[in-house]
């Protein structure tokens, strides 16, 4: 079975400050990992995906993921926060781009000015 | 740019009325799915299709149906609604990664 745990239900960051959301997966074989963000009354957009290759993601929004099989993990960082990036984020995974997903249960991110 | 289309972004329904979910997306994919998304519970996968005509339960099937009579639409009905399908539903396609849809509130009072 697949299933995602994002451990930080919230987390509040300064703007201009460092933002890492970490993700949990557990997964039978070599996964497909992503992660999505939904900003408010929106669907979600992919942020960035892996599969294989260089364990660290580049995404878009200045977001990068970085995936470390011996620590079952595909955690997301931001150097610099913007208020725009407050968001809920999800982590994903499956067997493929295209097969069913599962997703953890988010993260929100407030921005304090 | 593909588009997922959700026909209605709120809806408000009373228990026991049949209801359907409209999502068509215009890019001739094969794969279309339906999640709920709850707080704290984050997207849950209700069914999905790789064909037309083709469906698979996901996770929570229970007191859902779909139909997908053309590639591009895919339906979620609800045959009777009850107070605890209150949920935000989304709609995705692929392949290539998900693309998905902006959702639809659906109430259920």
């Known amino acids: 079975a697949q299933s995602v745990t994002q451990p930080d239900i919230h987390i509040t960051v300064s703007e201009g400050a460092s933002l890492e959301l970490r993700c949990n997966y557990s997964?039978?074989?070599?996964?497909?990992l992503f992660w999505y963000v939904q900003s408010p009354g929106q669907g979600l957009q992919l942020l960035l995906k892996?599969?294989?290759?260089?364990?660290l993601v580049q995404g878009i929004k200045g977001f990068e993921a970085e995936f470390k099989r011996s620590q079952s993990s595909f955690n997301l960082r931001k150097p610099s926060v913007h208020w725009s990036d407050a968001a809920e984020y999800f982590c994903?995974?499956?067997?493929?781009?295209?097969?069913?997903?599962?997703f953890g249960a988010g993260t929100t991110v407030t921005v304090r000015a | 740019d593909v588009k997922v289309t959700q026909s209605s972004r709120y809806l408000v329904k009373r228990t026991g009325e049949k209801v359907f979910l409209e999502c068509v997306q215009d890019?001739?994919?094969?794969?279309m799915f339906w999640y709920r998304q709850d707080p704290g519970l984050g997207l849950r996968l209700i069914y999905f299709?790789?064909?037309?005509?083709?469906?698979e339960k996901g996770d929570i099937p229970e007191g859902y149906s779909v139909s997908r009579e053309k590639k591009e639409r895919f339906s979620l009905i609800l045959e009777s609604a009850s107070t605890n399908q209150t949920s935000m539903y989304l709609c995705a396609s692929s392949p290539r990664g998900y693309t998905f849809g902006s959702g639809t509130r659906l109430t259920v009072v």
């Open positions: 890019m001739d994919h094969e794969n």
């Open positions: 892996y599969f294989s290759g260089d364990t």
């Open positions: 994903a995974v499956g067997p493929s781009n295209d097969y069913k997903l599962s």
């Open positions: 299709s790789y064909d037309v005509k083709m469906k």
């Open positions: 997964y039978g074989a070599t996964p497909y």
